[in-house]
C-alpha cells in the first residue's frame, strides 16, 4: 500500500537559517505529492503540490521538487521566520486507477519551531 | 465566506456516551471527509462521502458512524464502541472526489475520560 514517511522532529531553528524537511514515499501508479501546513490549534492548509516527476510546488518561499528517481518530496525554504513554526505533513494522493484513487496518505507530520 | 466549519472546538464526553462532532461547508462541495490527528502520528481517514446519501469506510472506520442527509453536512458519531476516542477530529471537503484539492476544517478536539 501507500506511505509517506517524514524525517524525525522536532526541528528547531534560528530565524533566517536554511530549512530542509525531508519526506519519502512508497505507491504504485503516478501519485500527486502534497506539503501541509498546520498552525498550532487549527486545520490543516494546502501549502504547494505537485502533480508529476520533476515538477516543482512553491508558495510562500517553500520549495519542493517531485522525485520519481528517489521517491522524495523534500521541503526546502531558504530564510525562516517565527512566522513559520508550525506543523509540516507530506502527502500523497493516488493517481488514477486502482480502489485507493483519490485517498490522501499522510507522513506523521514534522514539528517546526523558529526562534528569533 | 466560504469555508467549512467545524463545532465545537473543544468537546469533552464520559466515557460509555456517544458523541456527534458537527461539519458544515457552504463551498458547495459534493466530497466530504473525516480524519483523525493523534500526537507524532499523520492524519487517518475515518469516512468519506463522495455525493449526498452515500458515504464509504475509510481505514479506521470502527467505533465511528456518519451520514450525509444534505450536502453541506457531514456529521460523525463516536460511538461507544470506539476503544480510543480522545483526538483532534478534522472535517475536509472537495469539489468532487479523486483528483479535486481537499480543503479543512479547523478541527474539533474531543477529549474522553
Known amino acids: 500500500g501507500n506511505s509517506v514517511t517524514q524525517m524525525e522532529g522536532p526541528v528547531t531553528l534560528s530565524e533566517e537559517a536554511f530549512l530542509t524537511i525531508n519526506c519519502t514515499y512508497t505507491?504504485?501508479?503516478?501519485?500527486?505529492l502534497f506539503w501541509y501546513v498546520q498552525y498550532p490549534g487549527e486545520g490543516l492548509q494546502l501549502l504547494l503540490k505537485?502533480?508529476?516527476?520533476?515538477d516543482k510546488g512553491s508558495n510562500k518561499g517553500f520549495e519542493a521538487t517531485y522525485r520519481k528517481e528517489t521517491t522524495s518530496f523534500h521541503l526546502e525554504k531558504g530564510s525562516v521566520q517565527v512566522s513559520d513554526s508550525a506543523v509540516y505533513f507530506c502527502?500523497?494522493?493516488?493517481?488514477?486507477?486502482?480502489?485507493?484513487?483519490?485517498?490522501?496518505?499522510f507522513g506523521q507530520g514534522t514539528i517546526l519551531t523558529v526562534h528569533p | 465566506d466560504g469555508g467549512i466549519t467545524q463545532s465545537p472546538k473543544y468537546l469533552f464526553r464520559k466515557e460509555g456516551q456517544n458523541v456527534t462532532l458537527s461539519c458544515e461547508q457552504n463551498?458547495?462541495?459534493?466530497?466530504m471527509y473525516w480524519y483523525r490527528q493523534d500526537p507524532g502520528q499523520g492524519l487517518r481517514l475515518i469516512y468519506y462521502?463522495?455525493?449526498?446519501?452515500?458515504?464509504q469506510k475509510g481505514d479506521i472506520a470502527e467505533g465511528y458512524s456518519v451520514s450525509r442527509e444534505k450536502k453541506e453536512s457531514f456529521p460523525l458519531t463516536v460511538t461507544s464502541a470506539q476503544k480510543n476516542p480522545t483526538a483532534f477530529y478534522l472535517c475536509?471537503?472537495?469539489?468532487?472526489?479523486?483528483?479535486?484539492?481537499?480543503?479543512f476544517g479547523p478541527g474539533t478536539r474531543l477529549t474522553v475520560t
Open positions: 475536509a471537503s472537495s469539489i468532487g472526489g479523486g483528483s479535486s484539492e481537499q480543503y
Open positions: 505507491a504504485t501508479g503516478y501519485p500527486s
Open positions: 505537485a502533480t508529476k516527476a520533476d
Open positions: 502527502a500523497l494522493r493516488s493517481g488514477a486507477g486502482g480502489t485507493s484513487y483519490g485517498k490522501l496518505t
Open positions: 463551498l458547495n462541495h459534493d466530497a
Open positions: 462521502s463522495q455525493i449526498v446519501n452515500d458515504f
